[in-house]
Every structure is written in structure tokens, then in C-alpha cells.
């Protein structure tokens, strides 16, 4: 599934690092086996260069896959030579950088290969949480290759030319390509199973990049860097948008930059990485829905588990009224729920909840409550917090009353504006407690910067 005219391996890493600065290791490195007229085959590099360098003034190991050589596909040295690299990166305390274009298990080396697989997967559960791990997708990745890259942080696809599968689209049963092709970066994005999807391999690169000077080197060092804006910033009109996530998040952000992860999956919650003041952050954030899905919820909690691995303070905008009603989600919704606020309450680093619109039931409990452990929530002053909107409470509570009054639509009127006023207001909620302070949303983001350096972040 390869293109030709794409970059080729070492053009990828030339791309990526700054100028002069790769290292290759293993250069020399190629396969042993002799088996099925393998030994007339050359296979420079056994398939793969591998090294480190420099990208944005930060030390980075990188595997670039060569699909010139039998495809890129893995055999035994190809493997060692990646496991020997995160071997490095660890020691190091850097991030891995693998750009994959692999037609997948190299067949004729058969049961070394395969063994070639196992070491690849123990190297990257051995980094997991110790050190970053991008995976872009720029050819073919399918079979055992797709599954490794599902052990990265972050994984980025060039929707050009790039394909990820486990089982190919016409492997499929009843399914062709030219129907559904499961292996494009739209269908993967859409299962969640692409944080980013980029057009073209240089802005795979550039996003590469980025991705590498907002991220911590590994799980022992802050993500810090300089401040490009003013902390004091007011957020004018922020109140207009605050149920629009996605755009309240680009407002706060430094320099109004948001980098949106997994976009397409779950779209009722929205998670990605920004800078306040010089310091990274996760951010998680219902949309203008206002509804948990198990999507949704599944989501957050990778998200929330891979902040705290790293030591990044988690965010978050609650704007949540209850659950998504529907006999699929039904099956499942519960579990979704109950493992997404299992990690917002075991997560060690600074969370920081922002109540921007309605916040009702165990839903809001579940969204980074302080119920469960924020280290502080806010509200805005137009927030509502409580049980269920006031208007359906009113008609639970005073049935019998409603019943009889003359005027029944002023009469619940009535009954919800005084259950708003003693149970559903952000004040009320402050008043017992549950909200450490009521604030004007134009003033969310120096709030927010406060609240870190409160913590110690920066």
C-alpha cells in the first residue's frame, strides 16, 4: 500500500530532527537468517534505521521504517534493533519516535520474527509511562505492527498514504475497499484508534514536532517552557462560548493553541494538550451535548491515566446534564462511567475542575467533582449545579401541589425558580462547599494559571 513518491526512510528523519543533528545506530545491522533463498536477499539496515537526535532542543530517539528493504518488514534484527533503542531512550529519559511503513511480520524468518514481535511489545510496555511514545502512521501498518502501535501515547496517521488494519479491508468478511476501507485514517480515527490525523507526511512531521516541545522528556521531568502570553488575559464574550468546548479550551490556551486528541472518537468529550503560562496541561471537556457516552468516558480515562503517568496537571470544563440513552450504551455505559471517574480520583497530579454550564446528577460527580478529589472546582457565575434541572425537580417534588393550582405552568414556574435559588445555583453549591469559588468567565483563564501555581506547578 506503499507510495513511492512519498519521503523515503532517512528523508522522514532528516525532515523531523534539526539539520545535522541524527545519529544512526545499527547501520551495519542486518538479518541473519538463510532460509527461502534469503541469503541472496540485501536488506540494508535490516529494514529499519534507527538512532537519536535533536528536534525543537530536546533529545529524541527515532525508528524510521525502510520499505524499500522487503517492505520495511519485521524480522528478528529489524526487532532487536528498535527494542535496543528503547532500551536507550529509557536510560536516556527521552521520547521514542517510531514512523511505520512496514508490511508487517517478515514470513520467512517465521518463528524469529514472530519472537522479533515479543520484544518490540516488552520494550514499549517497559516505557509505558516512563517515557513518551509517538507512533505515525505514513504506509502500511497492519497485523502485529498495528498492535504495537496502540502501545504508543500518541499516535498520528497521514491520511494520504497512510493504512491501519489488524485483519486488511478485503480480509474482512462481506467487505471490499471500494465499499468500506477500514484501514483509512477516517475509519480508524472514528474507532479512536488515531489521536491525529494529518494530510501529508510533512505535516505528520511538523505536528511531530510540536507534539515534542509541549510534551515532558519523561515521567521525572516537568513539561515546562517560556510564557508567550499574558497570564492576566481576559477571555471577552468567554460566557458565549463556554458550552462550545473545543473553542473555550483554544480561548484559555496560550497564544489560543489547543492540540485536540482523538477528535472523531467519542465525540461528546473533548481531551488534548495546551500551555498555560509556560506549563503544559491536559484538558477534558464535555461538549455542547452534555452527555457521558462510553465513547466519551473511555476516552477521558486513557487520556487522564496517560496525564498523570506524566505528571501533567488535568483540567477540566464540566458541562454535563446526564448519560446517553440508548440500549447500546445501556450495555456498557455504566462500566465507561465508573472507570473514567476511577481515574480522575487516582490520579496524583493537580486537577482543577471548571463548571462552565449545567452540572446535574452523578454524571457532574463523575466529571472531576470535587466529590472526587479535584483540588479545585470552580464555577462561573451562570453555572447550575445540582440534582436535575430545576424545572423537573419542581414537578417531582411538588406533583400534588402543581396538580391542583390553577395556573399550572405558572405554578412550576414558581416552585423552580425558589428549588434554583436554595439547591441549583452555583452559590448554593459554594455555600456547602462543593465549589471553592463563583467566578466571571471572562476570568477563567488567569483562575485557572493561579490555580497551578498554587500547586506548586510552576
Known amino acids: 500500500m506503499s507510495n513511492s513518491a512519498k519521503m523515503s526512510a532517512r528523508e522522514r528523519i532528516e525532515n523531523l ?15 541473519r537468517n538463510t532460509d527461502f533463498n534469503m541469503r541472496e536477499k540485501a536488506v540494508p539496515a535490516d529494514g529499519v534505521i534507527t538512532g537519536y537526535g535533536v528536534v525543537e532542543d530536546n533529545l ?33 529519559g527521552a521520547p521514542v519516535i517510531g514512523l511505520i511503513d512496514c508490511a508487517g511480520i517478515r514470513v520467512e524468518e517465521a518463528l524469529d520474527a514472530l519472537a522479533g514481535f ?15 511514545q509517538i507512533s505515525a502512521i505514513l504506509g502500511s501498518c497492519g497485523g502485529g505492527v498495528a498492535i504495537s502501535s496502540k502501545f504508543s501515547d500518541i499516535t498520528l496517521m497521514d491520511s494520504v498514504g497512510g493504512h491501519l488494519f489488524v485483519n486488511s479491508p478485503n480480509a474482512l468478511d462481506g467487505n471490499r475497499t471500494e465499499a468500506c476501507d477500514t484501514s483509512s485514517a477516517d475509519y480508524q480515527a472514528e474507532a479512536g484508534n488515531v489521536d491525529i490525523v494529518c494530510r501529508g507526511e ?11 516541545q509541549i510534551l515532558p522528556a519523561n515521567a521525572g521531568t516537568a513539561a515546562e517552557g517560556a510564557v508567550t502570553d499574558d497570564k492576566n488575559r481576559v477571555l471577552d464574550g468567554f460566557s458565549g462560548y463556554a458550552t462550545d468546548a473545543k473553542e473555550a479550551l483554544t480561548q484559555i490556551a496560550d497564544s489560543n493553541h489547543f492540540v485536540e486528541l482523538k477528535a472523531e472518537y467519542g465525540k461528546e468529550m473533548v481531551t488534548g494538550l ?33 496525564c498523570d503517568s506524566f505528571g501533567i496537571p488535568v483540567i477540566t470544563l464540566t458541562n454535563v446534564k446526564g448519560y446517553a440513552a440508548t440500549k447500546e450504551e445501556e450495555k456498557t455505559i455504566s462500566q465507561a462511567v465508573a472507570d473514567m471517574t476511577y ?5 496524583d497530579v493537580p486537577r482543577v475542575n471548571v463548571i462552565t454550564g449545567e452540572a446535574y446528577g452523578s454524571a457532574y460527580v463523575a466529571m472531576n467533582s470535587k466529590h472526587i478529589g479535584a483540588d479545585l472546582c470552580l464555577a462561573l457565575d451562570s453555572a447550575k449545579v445540582g440534582v436535575m434541572d430545576a424545572q423537573v425537580a419542581a414537578k417531582i417534588m411538588c406533583e400534588d401541589e402543581i396538580a391542583k393550582a390553577k395556573d399550572k405552568k405558572a405554578a412550576i414556574a414558581e416552585k423552580a425558580k425558589a428549588y434554583e435559588e ?20 471572562e476570568t477563567v483563564r488567569k483562575h485557572l494559571i493561579y490555580a497551578l501555581q498554587m500547586f506548586g506547578v510552576r
Open 17 to 31: 530532527v534539526e539539520a545535522n543533528s541524527f545519529v544512526e545506530i545499527g547501520r551495519m545491522v542486518t538479518k
Open 60 to 92: 529524541v530517539y527515532v525508528y524510521s521504517q525502510d520499505v524499500t528493504a522487503m517492505n520495511g518488514s519485521v524480522g528478528e534484527m529489524h526487532a532487536k534493533k528498535i527494542a535496543s533503542l528503547y532500551e536507550m531512550a529509557i536510560k536516556a
Open 118 to 132: 515479543g520484544d518490540i511489545y516488552m520494550a514499549k510496555i517497559k516505557a509505558s509511562g516512563v517515557i513518551p
Open 202 to 212: 510533512e505535516e505528520v512531521l511538523s505536528q511531530i514536532r510540536e507534539l515534542i
Open 274 to 306: 495546551m500551555v498555560l503560562d509556560g506549563t503544559t496541561v491536559g484538558a477534558v471537556a464535555n461538549t455542547k451535548e452534555g452527555v457521558l457516552s462510553t465513547a466519551g468516558c473511555k476516552k477521558a480515562e486513557q487520556f487522564v491515566y496517560f
Open 343 to 347: 481515574a480522575f480520583a487516582s490520579a
Open 422 to 441: 436554595l439547591q441549583n445555583g452555583a452559590e448554593a453549591a459554594a455555600k456547602r462547599g462543593y465549589v471553592d469559588n463563583v467566578i466571571e468567565g
